[in-house]
């Protein structure tokens, strides 16, 4: 059976990580460990993560010195991870139970896969259903080469994807000074490399309430400009620059920041 390391950065998250962390210790692949990395919480999160630590061996805690952020804390988690497959845990999400069985079959299935991600579902602060991938999306197009879909959009959540460690070393980590969309970024480098494996359920029950570009549009537009840069050749390959671009300056007229963000992408272009 593989191995797969699971990593959970959390930050004065005590009064939710529980659902979290008990929804990895009832998965029925049980071959995995779970390093929770606290990234410098002033709550009791080192007590609620011990007592799950002493009843069973495979939960492991690092605490940050610092508060550094989500891509850090991650990163330390792959620097601190021992198996040859890794995932990722949000500490206000839950997975269903078969979640790490379902993703590491497709593995076996699929040994030229780098990621193997699901569907996850949840609802927004106002009470409508989400769920990622959207459902209008033709399933065809949610597996093997991603790199032409996730240019336009992500699909994959954290909480959803596998990867093989082989991969990481390859594609390199999360982008720490990205204050947001680090994991799309991330998966836009693995995409353009690897193929991507999908199980087209919602195995991951999801917190949808935050988010949005309202709520960090400064760290929102600076990732999309920089991804758009980075992935400019391709963009105008597949005839998809003027599309994504004026998409970006649609959100950002939407959010009173148009002359802003016009000018950076401008610069980063």
Request: net charge negative; hydrophobic share 40%.
């Amino acid at each position: 059976m593989k191995q797969v390391s699971i990593i959970l950065p959390t930050y004065n998250r005590a009064h939710c990580i529980g659902r979290a962390v008990e929804s990895v210790l009832d998965q029925t692949y049980s071959a995995w460990e779970l390093l929770v990395i606290d990234d410098g919480s002033t709550d009791n999160t080192e007590e609620r993560i011990a007592a799950y630590a002493a009843s069973d061996g495979r939960v492991r805690y690092c605490r940050q010195a610092r508060n550094g952020g989500v891509s850090a804390a991650r990163n330390e988690g792959i620097r601190q991870a021992r198996y040859e497959y890794i995932a990722f845990q949000d500490s206000d999400d839950a997975w269903r139970a078969d979640k790490l069985e379902k993703q590491m079959r497709v593995f076996e299935e699929s040994p030229e896969a780098g990621l193997v991600y699901c569907a996850m579902q949840g609802t927004r602060q106002d009470g409508s259903a989400v769920r990622v991938p959207d459902a209008s999306i033709d399933r065809r197009l949610l597996h093997g080469n991603l790199y032409e879909l996730l240019l336009q959009g992500n699909v994959i959540g954290a909480p959803a994807a596998v990867v093989r460690r082989a991969c990481m070393e390859q594609c390199g980590g999360f982008d720490e000074t990205l204050s947001c969309l680090e994991d799309w970024e991330l998966f836009l480098r693995i995409a353009e490399k690897y193929e991507i494996g999908y199980v087209d359920e919602p195995l991951v029950d999801a917190d949808f309430h935050e988010g949005g570009v309202s709520s960090h549009a400064g760290g929102y537009f600076q990732a999309r400009c920089r991804m758009t840069a980075l992935h400019k050749m391709a963009l105008l390959e597949f005839g998809l620059f003027n599309q994504v671009v004026e998409r970006i300056l649609l959100a950002a007229k939407e959010a009173g920041a148009l002359e802003q963000v016009a000018k950076m992408l401008q610069a980063m272009l």
